[in-house]
């Protein structure tokens, strides 16, 4: 069966410092990824999506940025951290056929203080 | 992107159905509707999808307008494990999938 796994769960970074967050697919080749952000109390902000190695498409214009070294892994980076980064990041992963159900991690809880 | 339209919160009580609506007037005709819930803390998880016959499954049922242009996750029997907050959402040929801001749903034991 296929599994997702995202770390870390929580993390606490001062502005101005990295990021790296680190997504993993388990049980499938060739997988769409994607990095949501969800802010306190609001809905998911689709941030990157990536259709395969190397391949990564960027929806909204900011200091983070997406990678995808290998077929079931997707990074989430950042070389400076602003308060605004703060949120809920979530991986997720689904097929390629449109019906597909997309699958998400458990997410990661980012304080930027 | 295909731009769904939800309610921001609902209320049921406890051990009735529940409806939630979505409007998606821009579907275009190979669009699914896809729907996911969110426990608070967690990422989403899958409920229902369809593309134009009503579906049912263990969790919910999904009624799909005829025009295609909303849809109705239904809850049979709300509850306490349900609250949460509900998206809809059309899945298109496109890879970039979007998702509003979903309803939030109480339930009231």
């Known amino acids: 069966s296929q599994t997702i796994h995202q770390w870390p769960a929580t993390l606490v970074q001062p502005v101005g410092s990295p990021l790296s967050l680190e997504c993993t697919v388990e049980?499938?080749?060739?997988?769409?990824l994607y990095w949501y952000r969800q802010a306190a109390g609001r809905g998911l902000q689709l941030l990157f999506y990536?259709?395969?190695?190397?391949?990564i498409s960027s929806e909204v214009p900011q200091n983070l940025s997406a990678s995808r070294p290998q077929d079931r892994q997707f990074i989430l980076s950042s070389k400076k951290l602003l308060l605004s980064d703060s949120g809920f990041y979530l991986c997720?992963?689904?097929?390629?056929?449109?019906?597909?159900?997309?699958?998400f991690g458990s997410g990661t809880q980012l304080s930027v203080l | 992107d295909a731009k769904t339209t939800q309610p921001n919160s609902m209320e049921s009580n406890e051990e009735e159905p529940v409806h939630l609506p979505c409007n998606h007037s821009?579907?275009?005709?190979?669009?699914?509707i896809h729907w996911y819930r969110q426990l608070p803390s967690q990422g989403p998880e899958y409920v229902i999808h369809?593309?134009?016959s009503n579906v049912n499954n263990r969790m919910a049922s999904l009624a799909i307008a005829e025009d295609r242009k909303s849809s109705t996750l239904i809850l049979h029997r709300a509850t306490l494990r349900d609250a949460a907050v509900y998206y809809c959402?059309?899945?298109?040929?496109?890879?970039?999938?979007?998702f509003g801001t979903g309803t939030r749903l109480t339930v009231i034991p």
């Open positions: 997720a992963w689904k097929g390629i056929r449109v019906n597909e159900k997309l699958f």
């Open positions: 049980g499938t080749s060739n997988p769409n």
């Open positions: 990536s259709v395969g190695i190397g391949q």
């Open positions: 821009t579907i275009s005709g190979t669009d699914y």
């Open positions: 369809g593309l134009t």
């Open positions: 959402i059309n899945q298109t040929g496109a890879n970039n999938l979007f």
